[in-house]
């Protein structure tokens, strides 16, 4: 299964989810529990840039499996590269122990732009929890 949340409709130039700041955070919250494998994350490139630059996409970034009862699981620490692709897929580095519904995106750093961050689009991978 993969469940994609865009923030916006329409991934063009300045359609982001704009955070005051070089760090934020956002729960997803999926339509079942998955066993995540992956985490891609997308921002505009410095083509399509109107600045020619892209100083407020995500550097550092941390993502969690969220369980209301026992708080959050660690799945991996990552860091964007604004000179790769647009989409840069992430692998699960600590396996999860159980299926989850929300994930924690939380962004610790971003490639200099002190007054924002912009975050286009989150995609979260996985296989369905069997029941």
Request: hydrophobic share 35%; aromatic share 12%; with cysteine.
């Amino acid at each position: 299964m993969d469940a994609s949340f865009s923030f916006q409709p329409d991934i063009s130039a300045g359609n982001c989810w704009a955070f005051q700041g070089s760090r934020g955070h956002v729960v997803i919250r999926l339509p079942e529990k998955i066993w995540p494998t992956a985490f891609t994350i997308w921002h505009i490139s410095k083509a399509v840039s109107p600045s020619g630059e892209v100083s407020t996409a995500p550097r550092e970034f941390v993502v969690s499996g969220v369980d209301e009862d026992e708080g959050e699981a660690l799945l991996g620490s990552f860091i964007y590269d604004v000179d790769g692709e647009i989409a840069q897929t992430f692998q699960v580095q600590e396996e999860p122990r159980k299926a989850f519904r929300q994930i924690k995106l939380e962004v610790r750093s971003n490639w200099g732009n002190k007054e924002y961050t912009c975050l286009y689009r989150a995609d979260v991978h996985g296989n369905p929890e069997k029941a």
